[in-house]
């Protein structure tokens, strides 16, 4: 979402960072490229005037323009003033409040209310473990009620009877009434909308507040509508007094101004954003962590937490084992490419690695987009039993037969078994018992730098089990103290790339990743 505008801002500061010294004019004509950037990627007007201001007053004060580095304390200054404009702090669905703490959706049509619905309602059932009952008060979109009753039967949550000829206001009514008899913690009222804001849908809005009296009112917002977004989140909060924002579709190609525009303008903090189309795809919204991706700096917490989410614990531990007696066969490899996949791809997984989000046009150019992964499962799943076993036994007319299967050729089969060997030799040399092996060397020498101690997990992936949530918030702190992110960063103690793991896909060399990737170490487990 945001890629335009970290490809922007990223070559401004780089450009500051570069200098050994910086005068008020400096500052000035970065703070217009930045005013620039921020209003191409569709922030609104006064949000970018109040933005360039407050940094600009911080910018060209003398302790910053004497300091030894005077660039980096402006890449600070601007970081921090990023995060104030997103929310400073996270804030996630209120639900403390007498059960059943009632849940209003609003917003326009097509905005994705009703699926929202159903995913919040997933997540409070999922994660808080709480009973959860949805109600739809949509009358007018044919097949509304009934969409609604579809997706709750999919996430096995309960949904209200459809009675024909409701008002919105007696179903919400009779929603909460249902709540209190069945023993339901929330329950969430999925209101109509309308493909433009008019008095009528502000008029019913308020009446289902007055009847239902919910303790959160979140307005749901497609992050791609643009300055719209800006006008629609006003309009919504003067009428009703929206409690939080949804931003929709936070995973498109557009340009992202209207989540920093939302928060600024309101003042209403951003509480989820829809990142895909699946039930599970919505997530927290952190100020610091968004801000973070923007200026190109990582988000190692988010990358671990998608882990945790994603990676089975007992596959990992008995790959685990393998991998330290150096066994890599064609089906861990193929495990492997399915994680990644799970995780976003090989683009996903960059975005969020510190310093890394510039890899992603070299990758795309080498051929290394994440189509590449699906190709490489098919062979392998063209392959029998005892092929995935020993890839020693490919021999031509073996390779002839799963290039038919798999819809690839030769060259593709023999790019996987190259790139498999690779694996399978810095499995080896990882499980090696000189020193503890190689891989526990480089990541003990990691741990040293960063002060978190004996680091582990498998192969690549991290060790996931009970980690505290605040070990997570204080490891990505850690990173940015230690330079992951800053231009020129890297990781320290590995020459600034990162080694192993999955060696130039396709066959392709990726400068500065040391040919390969080996995924994050593992992190201490809570006491």
Request: charged fraction near 25%; glycine fraction near 14%.
């Amino acid at each position: 979402m945001f890629e335009n505008l970290q490809d922007r801002l990223g070559s401004i500061l780089n450009g500051l960072t570069g200098r050994g010294a910086l005068s008020e004019s400096d500052v000035s004509a970065a703070l217009r490229e930045v005013r620039r950037a921020l209003l191409e990627a569709d922030v609104s007007l006064e949000v970018v005037r109040s933005f360039t201001d407050r940094v600009r007053e911080k910018a060209v004060g003398a302790e910053i323009l004497k300091s030894i580095k005077p660039g980096q304390m402006v890449v600070k200054i601007v970081h921090d003033e990023l995060i104030e404009m997103l929310g400073g702090e996270g804030v996630g669905v209120d639900l403390r409040a007498a059960a059943p703490v009632v849940i209003m959706m609003v917003g326009l049509q097509g905005s994705g209310k009703t699926t929202t619905t159903a995913k919040i309602a997933n997540r409070l059932t999922t994660r808080e473990k709480k009973k959860v009952l949805m109600a739809s008060l949509d009358t007018r979109r044919p097949a509304a009620q009934e969409q609604l009753r579809q997706l709750g039967a999919q996430a096995n949550i309960d949904t209200l009877p459809i009675i024909a000829g409701q008002s919105p206001t007696d179903i919400a009514a009779r929603a909460v009434q249902a709540a209190r008899l069945g023993g339901h913690d929330v329950v969430i009222l999925d209101t109509a909308g309308r493909t433009h804001i008019d008095e009528p849908l502000m008029a019913e809005m308020a009446d289902i507040k007055k009847k239902s009296n919910p303790h959160e009112i979140l307005l749901v917002a497609d992050s791609l509508t643009g300055q719209d977004a800006v006008n629609l989140a006003r309009s919504f909060d003067e009428r009703v007094g929206i409690t939080g924002l949804v931003l929709t579709r936070m995973d498109g190609d557009g340009r992202g101004g209207a989540a920093l525009s939302m928060r600024a303008v309101t003042g209403k903090p951003i509480k989820l954003i829809g990142v895909g189309e699946r039930m599970g795809e919505l997530e927290e919204f952190h100020p610091r962590r968004i801000a973070d991706r923007i200026l190109g700096m990582g988000d190692i917490v988010s990358l671990v937490e998608k882990a945790a989410e994603n990676i089975d614990a007992e596959k990992a531990a008995a790959m685990a084992a393998k991998m330290a007696k150096g066994k890599f066969d064609l089906n861990d490899l193929a495990d492997q490419l399915r994680q990644m996949q799970k995780m976003g791809g090989m683009g996903g997984i960059m975005g969020l690695m510190p310093g890394m989000a510039g890899m992603k046009d070299k990758m795309a150019a080498a051929g290394l987009d994440d189509k590449l992964f699906g190709r490489q499962i098919a062979i392998i799943q063209s392959m029998t039993k005892a092929e995935r076993a020993n890839p020693d036994l490919l021999k031509h007319s073996r390779k002839k037969r799963i290039a038919a299967g798999s819809g690839t050729d030769a060259a593709a089969i023999n790019k996987l078994l190259k790139m498999h060997r690779q694996m399978a030799d810095m499995m080896k040399m990882m499980g090696g018992k000189g020193k503890g092996g190689l891989m526990k060397q480089m990541m003990g020498g990691l741990a040293g730098k960063m002060g978190l101690g004996g680091l582990g997990g498998m192969g690549g992936m991290p060790d996931l089990s009970n980690i505290d949530p605040k070990q997570l918030e204080a490891l990505q702190q850690q990173a940015e103290a230690a330079g992951l992110g800053k231009p020129g960063g890297g990781i320290p103690g590995l020459g600034g790339g990162l080694p192993g793991g999955l060696p130039g896909l396709g066959g392709a060399k990726l400068p500065g990743l040391g040919g390969g990737f080996p995924g994050l170490p593992g992190l201490p487990k809570k006491k």
